[in-house]
């Protein structure tokens, strides 16, 4: 037995999902745990993409992402054409990609507002943890008095 239940799987997906949007430039990631009130998958990936390049190119990624790291395809697409709201639907985990007007009108979140949400940030840079954040050293004072 492997320990991994499929809430496990999805909260997995979800936030594979959000990384692989979030490197395409989407903003504010939101993972909605939706099993508690919408009882047909588990959770909800919300993010903004700028403009319809953009929305094809974070779907894109994020079907590239997961098929690649977990082996999986959506069961359907819906929106591709419009590039307005596209919704790439894996079964437990539904990414819905946003143009700006598209989620100020459906408002998803507020919809979900009693749901849980699933922490998710951004992964660090590379070289972030190795910053030097000391202030420097003053003109002169790497010279040897003498």
Known sequence: MSGITAEDDAVELARLSA???DAKGATDPVLVDVRPVLGI???FVLVTAAN???VKAVTDEVEARVAEVLGRRPRSVE???AR???LLDYGDVVVHVFQ???RSTYRLERLYADADR???SPPAPPGADRIDWSPPAPPGADRADG
């Open 19 to 21: 990384e692989a949007a």
């Open 118 to 120: 699933i922490d998710w």
């Open 41 to 43: 998958c588990d959770v």
């Open 79 to 81: 929106g591709a054409d």
């Open 100 to 102: 700006p007007e598209e």
């Open 84 to 86: 307005r709201w596209v």
């Open 52 to 54: 319809d390049r953009q």
